[in-house]
């Protein structure tokens, strides 16, 4: 028997005895407009209906690829030709064709049916439609057999899977946290070569940070050893001190800009006194000038030089500046 044909044979006993309506209603040529034509015309739900009871039977069988879906008999013969599934010799499953004028002719088929049984030159079949309004087992002749469609002979592209395809994911693996896959490459992932050990990558970020904690440190250290007036040497007051005049300021440069950049910096009130003292030291030596030759100014030289070098001892020897 065919095995396809048998599927159908199945679905076809089970609607054995349904009958059409008064009006030539019939559920199959119902469902062949719903379902299969484009244009949902009426027509089909009252058309004969022999072959549009296989279209539906293949339906529910999920054959419709081997089997076909035709409410035309005439197109559902020449499929099976056109597919190489054509033949005459009778067989239990196979589609049956029949011309009731006996002509042979492929495009006078006028019923279909399918084979229940073959005996000798006599087939049992099962047909819808039949008698003008049943579905029913008929008992035929060979005489009106125009030929035979074997629904397993259609050569139909099968869906391929994968022997070795992985199953498809459960719900509980699709939840699952993606920590459970790197373990698993983990395992079965060779450890690369020339990387150095978490030990040392951890070590190597600790002594860093330690390194930096330790720079830090000494910036503090040194900013707070940094003398707020450094040890500038001090003139007495003698008998030709007089106050400096104020030192003019270049154009550009405001007291507030000075201000500023002694907030700015810890050094700068030190660089600032400094350079007060250096132009007062001008001044004070530009006015004396004239008194070289005074036997006084010769002791004055003498005592600056001898401060300013003791001065610039200490200074070097300060330890807020080595």
Not at 29 to 52: I, Q, V
Not at 81 to 88: P, R, V, Y
Not at 170 to 176: E, F, N, R
Not at 255 to 275: F, K, N, V, Y
Request: hydrophobic share 35%.
């Amino acid at each position: 028997m065919d095995p396809i044909g048998k599927k159908l044979l199945d679905i076809a006993t089970k609607e054995l005895g349904y009958t059409e309506k008064g009006d030539g209603y019939t559920k199959f040529g119902e469902w062949y407009r719903k379902n299969l034509d484009g244009d949902h015309d009426e027509y089909f739900s009252t058309a004969p209906w022999c072959d549009m009871f296989l279209a539906w039977a293949a339906d529910k069988a999920d054959v419709t690829g081997q089997a076909g879906q035709f409410a035309s008999t005439v197109d559902h013969a020449k499929w099976f030709k056109k597919n190489d599934a054509w033949g005459h010799d009778p067989e239990p499953g196979a589609i049956v064709f029949y011309d009731w004028n006996g002509s042979g002719d492929i495009d006078q088929v006028d019923h279909v049916g399918i084979v229940e049984k073959v005996d000798g030159h006599t087939l049992h079949t099962i047909e819808g439609n039949a008698d003008g309004y049943k579905l029913m087992r008929k008992t035929r002749d060979m005489d009106s057999v125009v030929g035979f469609g074997y629904p397993s002979k259609i050569k139909v592209e099968a869906k391929y899977t994968p022997k070795h395809a992985a199953p498809a994911p459960t719900v509980d693996q699709v939840g699952a946290p993606a920590a459970s896959t790197r373990t698993h490459e983990q395992q079965h992932s060779p450890a690369p070569e020339h990387v150095p050990a978490q030990e040392v990558v951890l070590g190597g970020i600790l002594a860093f940070v330690l390194c930096g904690t330790v720079a830090l440190a000494a910036g503090r250290v040194a900013a707070a050893k940094a003398p707020t007036s450094p040890p500038i040497r001090v003139r007495k007051r003698g008998k030709h001190h007089r106050p400096a005049t104020p030192v003019a300021l270049p154009a550009d440069v405001t007291p507030a800009d000075l201000d500023a950049a002694d907030a700015g910096t810890t050094l700068m009130p030190a660089i600032s006194l400094a350079a007060a003292h250096e132009a007062e030291d001008r001044e004070f030596w530009g006015r004396i000038a004239h008194l070289e030759e005074d036997g006084e100014l010769d002791f004055w030289n003498t005592l600056h030089a001898e401060l300013t070098d003791s001065a610039s001892d200490r200074y070097a020897s300060t330890p807020g500046f080595r």
